[in-house]
Structure formats: structure tokens, C-alpha cells
């Protein structure tokens, strides 16, 4: 029998639950019935001690590790991070909170809480292990995540020079458009239109049109016709 329980112990527990229930005796049957495999008894036990006594931290540990063994990851996350909200240092909570952010390859976090539950409890070398393998596991993870932002470029929202001129090049290449607007009432239609907007695309004949005299000179610029003679 688990925990060197008997079956008449484990009776008499269960009777002493039903008759004069306690916190103790609540968090002492459960971890037996959990140890037992009996998961859904453990955590209904659980469960009803909870909700009598709602802040019991050994009640709540129990409850964390019926969701662990259940692989109900989430919840069992939930219990222990509220036994560590109250007891920074209780090692149950620290070691499966550790255990349960390797499991679920979240490195930074197992790394933190692993290193808390060994400051507290350093002759554990199975969780010291786990520790180095959670370093190496986040250290290549942030290397790797370095390498990508360097690889990525930055988006250029300023790819071309703002120049009126620029804007001209660019208008000329359909990329940019000139709104024109003009002011205008027209009574005998019935209405009064104040202001209308129009999209025109520029085509001027050359790009050189939008350079001066003095820059055509200085970069010996001229006319390319395309058409033969």
C-alpha cells in the first residue's frame, strides 16, 4: 500500500473525512488517493476542501499535482503559481513550476524557477541538470532569434529622397498621382459645389525636363530620342 497505508487506514481516513472533515485530513487524503493513482477521487477531495478552505496552500499543492499527473499542464500551472504567490519559497511549487515550463520548452522561465528551487534546495542534481539543459535549450534560442533580426531588413519607408523632384520622377512613373483641386459654384445646375478633387498621372516627354539648365550642364545631360533619323 502506498505510503504505508493499509487498506482499514485508508477506510478510517475516508471516515473521518465524511464525519469531521479537516484541512489536514482533507490534503492527507487526497495526496494518498493521488499516490494511489485514483486521480478523480484525489482531486474531488481536493476540489470540496477548496472550497472550504479556499487558501490552504497544502490543499491547493495536492490539487497542482492531480492536473500534472492528469497532463492538464495549464490548470496544474494555475495551482502552483498560487501556492507561489503566497509561498516564494515553498520547493513543491518551485520545482514542478520548473519542471512543468521545461516540459512545455518555455527555457527563460525554467531556467528562473529552477535556479529559485535550487538556491533553496541545491542537492537535487536531477533539477541541476535539467537547469543546464534549460541554459543550453535558451541560450540557442536566443541566438537563433539574434541571427533572424539581423537577417530581417528594417522596412525603408523612406526608399526614395523627398524631393519635389523625386515626387515629379516618381508622378511621371504612375506611382504617385497630383490631386488638383479647384473651388467652383455652380447656381444654374441647382447646387454649389465648393471643391472637387481630381487624380491626373504627369507623362512629361523626358525625365530630363526636371532637371535645370545649370545641373543639364554640370552632368552633360541631353535629350535621348529614341526614334531613328
Same mark, same amino acid.
Given at each position: 500500500? #502506498?505510503?504505508?497505508?493499509?487498506? &482499514?487506514?485508508?477506510?478510517?481516513?475516508e471516515?473521518e473525512?465524511?464525519?469531521?472533515?479537516? +484541512?489536514?485530513?482533507?490534503?492527507?487524503?487526497?495526496?494518498?488517493?493521488?499516490?494511489?493513482?485514483?486521480?478523480?477521487?484525489?482531486?474531488?477531495?481536493?476540489?470540496?476542501?477548496?472550497? &472550504?478552505?479556499?487558501?490552504?496552500?497544502? @490543499?491547493?499543492?495536492?490539487?497542482?499535482?492531480?492536473? &500534472?499527473?492528469?497532463?492538464?499542464?495549464?490548470?496544474?500551472?494555475?495551482?502552483f503559481?498560487t501556492?507561489?504567490?503566497?509561498?516564494?519559497?515553498?520547493?513543491?511549487?518551485?520545482?514542478?513550476l520548473?519542471? @512543468?515550463? *521545461?516540459?512545455?520548452? %518555455?527555457?527563460?522561465?525554467?531556467?528562473?524557477? *529552477?535556479?529559485?528551487?535550487l !538556491?533553496?534546495?541545491?542537492?537535487?542534481?536531477?533539477?541541476?541538470?535539467?537547469?543546464?539543459?534549460?541554459?543550453?535549450?535558451? %541560450?540557442?534560442?536566443?541566438?537563433? +532569434?539574434?541571427?533572424?533580426?539581423?537577417?530581417?531588413?528594417?522596412?525603408?519607408?523612406?526608399?526614395?529622397?523627398? #524631393?519635389?523632384?523625386?515626387?515629379?520622377?516618381?508622378?511621371?512613373?504612375?506611382?504617385?498621382?497630383?490631386? !488638383?483641386?479647384?473651388?467652383?459654384?455652380?447656381?444654374?445646375?441647382?447646387y454649389?459645389?465648393?471643391?472637387?478633387?481630381?487624380?491626373?498621372?504627369?507623362?512629361?516627354?523626358?525625365? @530630363?525636363? *526636371?532637371?535645370?539648365?545649370?545641373?543639364?550642364?554640370?552632368?552633360?545631360?541631353?535629350?535621348?530620342?529614341s526614334?531613328?533619323?
Amino acid at each position: 500500500m #502506498t505510503d504505508n497505508v493499509s487498506v &482499514r487506514e485508508l477506510e478510517k481516513l475516508e471516515s473521518e473525512w465524511v464525519s469531521n472533515p479537516s +484541512s489536514i485530513l482533507c490534503s492527507r487524503l487526497a495526496e494518498i488517493l493521488r499516490q494511489m493513482g485514483r486521480l478523480d477521487e484525489s482531486r474531488e477531495v481536493a476540489d470540496t476542501g477548496l472550497r &472550504r478552505w479556499k487558501n490552504n496552500t497544502s @490543499i491547493t499543492v495536492v490539487l497542482g499535482k492531480c492536473y &500534472r499527473d492528469l497532463g492538464l499542464l495549464e490548470k496544474a500551472m494555475e495551482s502552483f503559481e498560487t501556492v507561489n504567490s503566497v509561498q516564494p519559497q515553498n520547493l513543491v511549487a518551485l520545482k514542478n513550476l520548473a519542471e @512543468i515550463h *521545461f516540459k512545455k520548452e %518555455n527555457w527563460s522561465e525554467a531556467v528562473n524557477f *529552477f535556479e529559485e528551487y535550487l !538556491f533553496e534546495h541545491p542537492g537535487d542534481d536531477e533539477a541541476r541538470d535539467k537547469l543546464e539543459e534549460a541554459r543550453s535549450w535558451k %541560450n540557442s534560442s536566443d541566438q537563433v +532569434s539574434l541571427e533572424t533580426e539581423e537577417d530581417v531588413p528594417e522596412h525603408d519607408s523612406d526608399a526614395f529622397p523627398k #524631393t519635389e523632384r523625386m515626387n515629379k520622377v516618381l508622378e511621371s512613373q504612375g506611382i504617385l498621382t497630383k490631386i !488638383f483641386s479647384e473651388s467652383e459654384e455652380t447656381e444654374s445646375e441647382g447646387y454649389s459645389m465648393e471643391e472637387e478633387s481630381y487624380i491626373v498621372e504627369t507623362s512629361p516627354d523626358s525625365l @530630363i525636363a *526636371f532637371f535645370s539648365d545649370e545641373e543639364k550642364q554640370n552632368l552633360n545631360l541631353k535629350p535621348y530620342d529614341s526614334e531613328e533619323e
